[in-house]
């Protein structure tokens, strides 16, 4: 079956072509998982990569948390992962204005060069989301930027009234590839899918097959749950890489997600 017919109404609505990359992907992996691969070391990341690349769609990255990182070795990791047929995905968090988050995008990491998405909060404004995609426009790439709707974590600052702004303004912006929601909660999920329409992409962190308070104020719920209240793809940390035998977990939920979404069609 083609990607068109498998995403329906979110094809047809979502032009971006990062958009359109990752429903093409996730089709051909049968997987929408997107592996948040929190570890401290190069061999750390490498080893999860070789264990568990095969069942996911996306590999999250917070590039700024590995202990021995260095260009080389970081090259290295991304191209494995995009012979993995992976989107690489930097978990930045940007915040600052536009020009600011455009020069952020280079530097040390150079996030611009490897990364297909990353992550933005709005708080400073849409230009940010101009800027971010003006880094990738400086190397002659594609990419797509993920708004922070909504939080998974306990206390966040992300009120109803941030998130309709949030939603409001993400939604017509071209640069925008999607939102990241609260996966934890399906309910509030359902009422950000319908704020959302049919067109972005919504992300979910929060999510693990033992539902309830993760470490630090980290909440979990179901990952078919999630989907079938509109979640897009599953951001799953612990739950794969702190399991025992994490090629089994990522497959696990590789199964559940592509059901949920056949189901949800
Ligand atoms: O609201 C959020 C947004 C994000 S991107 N809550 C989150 O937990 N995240 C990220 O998802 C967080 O940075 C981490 O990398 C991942 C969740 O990991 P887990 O181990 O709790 O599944």
Known sequence: ????????????????????????????????????ADRKTMAGLN?????????????????????????????AFCTKAKSMDLLIFEDRKFADIGKISRDQMSGVYNIRQWADL???????????????????????????????AQMSSRGNLLSPDYTDTVVKTGSIHDGVFGFIGNG????DLKILREKVGQGKLIWTPGVNIAIGD???????GAPDEAIRAGS??????????????????????????????????
């Open 1 to 36: 079956m083609q990607a068109s017919e498998i995403w329906g109404e979110r094809w047809i609505n979502n032009a971006l072509p990062m958009a359109r990359t990752y429903m093409e992907v996730a089709c051909r992996k049968q997987s929408l998982v997107c592996l948040a």
């Open 47 to 75: 080893e999860l990569l070789d264990q568990v690349g095969p069942y996911l769609a996306a590999l999250k990255t917070h590039v700024d948390l590995i202990d021995d990182w260095s260009v080389e070795s970081w090259e």
């Open 118 to 148: 990353v992550t933005a909060h709005l708080i400073s404004g849409q230009d940010i989301v101009d800027g971010l995609q003006a880094g990738w426009n400086d190397v002659g790439r594609n990419g797509g930027v993920l708004l922070l």
């Open 184 to 187: 934890s909660k399906p309910d």
């Open 214 to 220: 993760g470490e630090m104020g980290q909440r979990y």
């Open 232 to 265: 897009d793809c599953i951001i799953v940390g612990s739950g794969i890489h702190k399991s025992e035998d994490p090629a089994k977990s990522a497959k696990s939920y590789a199964e559940i997600s592509w059901k949920a979404l056949l189901d949800r069609r």
